[in-house]
């Protein structure tokens, strides 16, 4: 079900209000409140005895409505109570202080008192609402990832070494992988692993596997809700996930049905935020919520996130669905009264009134009732995939290699963004190969036996794998290789790597073999084709002649190394697939298929765009006919269905 | 007294140091000294054993030298001896730990031990100089103000639970008032609350209540001392105040009978510098003190806060006296040979030389004596006044709403600075309001029920109230309201408030009724006229057509309700007075009323300036006769006496 | 012997690599490796049972490769074990918490049991490889200098007690030198001194003092181990240290027999770096080694420092030997596969190939060979001297006095860089002023009795001291005077110190005697000449007229004061000795002497320069005789020998 929601905490409010929100609700044209998330004070008023009766009312109250509800768990904030009474439900700082009780997700994942006390709100929830009507989803817990640095309690660091001892067997093997001989620093046993301080000098295997070793955790902490819920619920259960994957999307969505998305990016970020809704439909292969997006700005003390202009909000609610979708949730519905996030934007103020950017959602709801079926009988499928990493994001957040690297920005601004006007998928390197023709790899900084092996099997089978630069290049473990910097690629691509030098911006040129000049940036290898042939090389300066990209053929595939970072133009003619309609930058577009099938475009910059049509399109929001040459105004979205 | 004076601290030098001192003292004017304001470890050598024989014997010689004296209260620096065998006397961090016996002001407020010690040295210091002929003035500690985040003692503690029962009754109705419920925070009892850790997720409501309470506490301990001083003496005791309204000037200054204020400001911040001045004179309705400015720099470890003109020392003398001083203190008279701020400018160096600066405070020293007869029959007068509050303060402190929002300095730059050729009044809102025809109070975050009646009451009297914008839409509590974004203001300007906007600086425009430009700024209220009449105009953009300004006569008066900050123009023409003559910006004008009457006009901007006469008048610096169009010299001071 | 070399890390390679890396580094040129250094983990691998056995072999392997060896003792690693079983090895800091084991540097240098422990490593290893005919050098420990702000510990608190009751006998004696009357913070007794906290309010005289004793337990800590080394062994003896001189050199070195010199400047910063050669070959008067610097660029967990354009390498390598140098040895030769600085260039990849850049070590390397005998026949001699004092780097770093005021960097750039085409001496107070005919003292903060009579002598005898601004202003514990801005240049130079001012860039002017402009800044002291002709004066604005260069003969020499900090042209004329030849401003200079003589010319900024020769020179590089115009290309070094 195509759906806008918003998220709803009716402890807050009386009664009366609660009656007149849910006629604000109507009147803006949600559907789905998302309710619960933080209310186990109100759950669970004295220790071990629930109270669901309110709760009861309102999901009664808002089915009456004829509005949907979202359930959480609100095992994120347990009553100060028992946080008090049982100090190892809290995490632990480094230097050894618990978590104040204070604000919200500061729980130790390991505690196992911890994780009895989720199972019981979890279970009371679960069999009281796991069959209500109105219960269209259930969600776990709130943006779980790794807070701070993550919990140093005792329990956290024994299972870190039980961890250990599963992962190397002997402290021996561990102190040679880690390399810990450098600075004298070999660990005699397991137990005097300690995990890594934040203001101590970082050792990129310590700080690696222990963030790993936290998020393995956090999958646990959430699965065990999930298989709760599953035993009561029919409805999807997930999880909110904020945009970044350094815990792995895949790892935790593997106990979920849907993937729940939240994000609160600026106007200005508004044509980047697709290449998290293409890594959310890719994850679980199937429509995805956003779960939590802002109405009109940020604020927890202040309000921020700079402005947002007139048709923003619109737009920034359509393109999730355009992309795939199924529901987009506003935070929040309304202001509270007080206490944390004071400032924060809604679709109703404080007062209950709305904002006129309100009208924006109004609009948008009203337009994805005429589009619902469209929408809900085709499917986004795509022939490019960008691998996207969550231990590669490991690796680069303990030992980046390139100064101000940042991962995810590269992936989304110079792989991702130059092929807006095609279908794409972003994938995690679990995720299966079957129907690409393209895929791109990109800092995939570790690609593991298994993977080597899936890699080389579909390009044999005919893909084309544009892989690197710094591909390859170290271990999970964030170790590097003493016989090439990156074996398996080198290998593969039939290339010797002669020189590497990772500074050198606003200094290497490279051009095309026609002659044709190549932007490049980041980093930069000097490759020698051995058993390949080059596609691009240096000119000038120190690298001269050497080749930049090279390719070689394999099986009925083809392998592109790329040295560097290639401009937009250069991914574009890489990729090699045809755009699926000629349009202007600034159009995002989406193609469509299965039972109905057409194109979303949507203009993202907030200027007048263009677009060819290469056949006849009904434009479902206004009924138009269109074909040919089409002006798009600032902010306009069509939804064409091929005729 | 119209007096210049300086601190001394003579406990640093031996007796030949400070009969020279005493020589180069009176060669640069001087005639007031503050002395004793470190010197507890010299009063009380061993703990209970008095010795106040050295400092009788330096007032003594001052006064035989014809100079006076304010006596200081050492109570900022207990002996090294007394905080470490009381480690209760010393403020304790968030994280538990005491301060470190290193500097100076770190007191806890609340230890009764503490308190003990200061009746002590007080008592003795009063007793033994209460009555001398020499001392003119009493000053309490120093800069007494919340340092770091307050004390975290667990006597401080114990009384902030003992403070929140009394405000609150029952933690249920704190609980409610707070809204605890959101994150699961509900308190069981008053001693679950702990006070705010720096670096937690901050609670605006627990911030800003506990701030209330260490400056209660603070305010209590200095009526301590003002209680036994005014025991023994009838000279005016009062404690020096930085330039912040965070801690009430007017809580703290109820024990006291003059204001002492002490800055720092920059020669580039010197026309701003009369805010505080116009907030000090009013505050108790009388000529106030400048305790400490600078001669030519500040420096703890290396001289800063920029370069001073040539003239400016003289300038930032004058302007103080102009605005309503009978005194301007320089710290300090002579720089120490060793220890903390030994980079700091002063009159005389640590060699015992004057700096060309110094020849400044000399002249302006003579000047003064010229003028000392009609500034001591002379008062300032205002008709209007602006609203400075210190829990409006507080509020935005712990919840500011907007981004890089700055209390003060948007009333200054933006309220205050347009005025500067009117006499106005800063006033906090227990201020009475007989007098003025206009009040300003923009970003008056909490207008409790007393002061609306009273403004309501001297609206209807015949007062003009420009209110706005955000003015009145918190509690003290800083709690919003569900009803109305600012219910007061909105009811008594007659308006409906459509839509607000926090953030859209650089895109919003506005225009008055008859089409001419506003420009405005901040904040963003699009404002219904329902019982009033429209101002301004938002023009284009999302608020087109709606109102940004409004009036509603009522009774014999009028209320304009402000939806955003308008330019200095606008304001200008809000307020509706004439100026007290035409001059160029760079002229900061007050005007002198009583036995003697006239103009002060004061070049501020290190520039020519002009001023317009409306009649004749005597300069009394040089004795010549003024009127019509007359121009200012950079840096130049007129003291005109109306003839 | 002049050589290049690299450090080396044998421990963390197998056998097979070990064989390969020989080749490599042959292969480059390479003739000496720096080892140990880290390596106490394998050295004694459990407590008290030493295996040297893997070290003689690698020794014994390089030795037959014709490589020569730089021992390190590992002083600066202890294992893990050893810091885990006894804590008390372990720096403590000022919260009291024992350093992580996750580095490396972090011990105490007080603790008897770590220099005990430090004495059996040494030991151990003197004795093996004491007259190894490979071991051209020993290394002591690694980068010796305070560690953030020193060791907290027990043992290091009550060794600075004994040190401040050493140096002031009373603790009244300190409380006076101090000023401790001040802030009433007087000691009772030795034992109530405390180590300054970071985050205190800084007492600059306890700041100072504390940092001094730190300094003087890391001497006595290595000293230790040099006069073990030095029963064993006949090669020489040292410690690299860093470029700062905070940590006083001479005071270090005085145990040594060469000093060590690390540095990883920038590109930019390259024509700057000589200073320090300048410096390290003063400080024992004899060629000193650089045992550290970079290759390619920095890295711990991302590549940084700047593009290095290719040839800065080559230049990088030259500089130091054309200023005396006899050793330049690379940090590393070959990156590590993991752990802490994975991302640091090397000369060789962690994958065992060469970098484009290192072809530039192994032409350097061939270059030397052919000029090898004429600079080992030749030595770099000056007659300007420039005091660099570590008393005035440690006052400063205490109380700067001047906003962003860097001591050293004010020397380089304001004072040494317009000397570029002289041979400097860059010397501490220490040294023997015989030979130097110009002497530059500039913010010399503190001139004890000892330097005063030795100045006074040496300008008698006919040198020229050019003294000022700010020297001898305060005594060595940062305490100023109080009967003259700095008593003894005052009086030497026979002027009277009429005003002061540290703040005015941008507003001061001065002039020459003879009307030509003088550029001038930091700080501006205004001077009467009361027994001392004028040579500058200020012009315009409060200081007109002011001297601000004086010259007063004394004896058969000169003492020249100094008001302010002169531009380049300034100090040159002050100077007023030839230059070696005349050359554009990017070429460094170097006159060597002895059995051979000639001239080392090196481009420094990567563009073209000029030189003139006086007379005819062979190339040693090249074998062409030049003489006359010559153009030297971007980055070219011509070592010219006079014919």
């Known amino acids: 079900m195509i759906q806008l929601g918003a998220a709803y905490y009716p402890e807050l409010w009386d009664e009366k209000e609660i009656e007149q929100d849910i006629e604000r609700c109507r009147a803006y044209g949600l559907r789905v409140l998302r309710i619960g998330e933080f209310a186990w004070g109100r759950m669970e008023p004295t220790e071990g005895h629930f109270d669901l009766d309110w709760l009861a009312r309102i999901v009664d109250r808002l089915h009456a409505a004829g509005l949907s509800v979202i359930l959480c768990t609100p095992t994120c904030t347990p009553p100060r109570r ?53 219960v269209v989803g259930w969600q776990i817990d709130n943006e779980l990832y790794i807070y701070r640095e993550g919990c140093y309690c005792p329990l956290c660091r024994a299972a870190f070494r039980s961890y250990l001892k599963a992962q190397y067997g002997t402290v021996a093997e561990l102190n040679r992988r880690w390399g810990m001989a450098r600075w004298s620093l070999d660990y ?10 934040p203001d101590e000098w970082r050792h990129p295997s310590l700080r690696t596997v222990w963030r790993r070793f936290q998020e393995a955790q956090i999958c646990d902490y959430a699965r065990e809700q999930a298989d709760i819920l599953h035993r009561y619920t029919k409805a999807p259960v997930g999880t909110d996930m904020m945009p970044m994957n350094t815990l792995s999307y895949y790892d935790m969505n593997r106990a979920m049905d849907v ?48 402005y947002r202009p007139a048709g923003n909000c619109r737009i920034n609610s359509w393109l999730p669905i355009a992309h795939g979708a199924e529901k987009n949730l506003y935070w929040l519905f309304r202001t509270p009264q007080n206490g944390h996030e004071l400032a924060h934007g809604a679709l109703i103020s404080t007062a209950g009134r709305p904002y006129r950017v309100s009208e924006e959602v109004q609009r948008t709801a009203s337009e994805l009732d005429s589009c619902t079926d469209f929408l809900e009988h085709s499917r986004v499928r795509s022939q490019i995939a960008i691998h996207y990493s969550s231990v590669a994001q490991n690796n680069i957040y303990s030992a980046p290699m390139l100064k101000d690297f940042h991962y ?19 994938i995690d390197t679990p995720h299966a190969l079957d129907g690409y023709r393209v895929v791109f790899s990109p800092f995939l900084t570790t690609i593991d036996e298994d993977l080597q092996a899936r890699m ?29 910097p990156y074996p398996f690629p080198e290998r593969l691509a039939g290339v010797y790597v002669k020189y590497q030098r990772p500074i050198a911006n606003d200094v290497w040129h490279a051009a095309w073999e026609n002659g044709d000049q190549l932007g490049i940036s980041l980093c930069y290898d000097a490759l020698e084709p051995t058993d390949s042939r080059p596609l691009a090389f240096y000119r000038g300066d120190e690298f001269d002649g050497y080749a930049v990209i090279t390719e070689r053929k394999v099986g009925d595939g083809r392998v592109i190394l790329l040295g560097s970072v290639p401009d937009a133009a250069g991914i574009r003619q890489l990729a090699g697939l045809p755009p699926i309609a000629a349009a202007s930058e600034n159009i995002d577009l989406i193609e469509r298929s299965g039972d109905r099938a057409g194109i979303l475009a949507t203009e993202v910059e907030n200027r007048t765009g263009t677009l060819v049509l290469p056949t006849r399109y009904r434009d479902l929001l206004t009924g138009d006919i269109k074909s040919g040459d089409i002006t798009l105004a600032p902010y306009e979205v069509l939804v064409l269905e091929r005729m």
């Not at 005699?188 to 301080?197: C, G, K, N």
């Not at 959310?280 to 309000?303: I, K």
């Not at 099997?457 to 170290?474: D, E, F, H, K, L």
């Open 188 to 197: 005699a046993s397991f137990d005097e692993v300690e995990p890594p301080l």
């Open 259 to 306: 993937v729940m998305f939240n994000h609160y990016d600026t106007a200005a970020r508004l044509p980047l935020t697709t290449f998290y809704y293409d890594f959310a439909r890719a994850t679980l292969d199937r429509p995805f919520w956003v779960t939590e997006t802002q109405v009109g700005w940020n604020g927890s003390e202040f309000a921020e996130n700079g």
């Open 456 to 484: 080389e099997q579909w390009v044999r089978a005919g893909g084309t794998w544009i892989v690197g630069p710094m591909s390859g290049y170290m271990t999970a473990d964030t170790s590097k290789f003493s016989d090439s």
């Open 82 to 134: 028992l946080l008090n009474k049982y100090p190892e439900m809290r995490q632990m700082s480094p230097a050894g202080v618990r978590e104040a009780v204070s604000s919200r997700c500061h729980t130790c994942k390991t505690s196992p008192l911890m994780r009895q006390k989720n199972r019981e709100v979890t279970e009371h929830l679960a069999r009281r609402f796991g069959s209500h009507p109105a």
């Open 408 to 426: 995810t920005q590269v992936l989304n601004e110079c792989f991702y963004a130059p092929l807006r006007h095609c279908n794409v998928d972003i």
